[in-house]
């Protein structure tokens, strides 16, 4: 099992499996920092307008959008998809 990519170390130098895991971590975040008004802003917008607008507004991805909202326990939106009974 490879785990360093394309990158090719001498073998004094390798990282370790658990170097490496922890450098790639998913859990850090490389996007910017929510401001307070950021928040505020989606909270307002998130019960009338669509993730994508609320994206465009911020400057954000949808998935950003999403995700935070997720996080500051915002009430769950309906499914689009209609659904036959």
């Known amino acids: 099992m490879r785990i360093t990519g394309h990158v090719h170390y001498p073998r004094a130098v390798k990282p370790t499996v658990e170097a490496t895991y922890r450098s790639t971590s998913k859990h850090v975040s490389t996007g910017a920092a929510w401001s307070l008004q950021d928040e505020q802003t989606l909270l307002a917008m998130w019960g009338t307008h669509t993730c994508r607008q609320i994206a465009i507004r911020l400057g954000r991805s949808r998935n950003a959008i999403i995700g935070k909202a997720h996080r500051l326990n ?11 009974a």
């Open 74 to 84: 915002a009430d769950k939106k309906p499914s689009p998809i209609k659904r036959a």
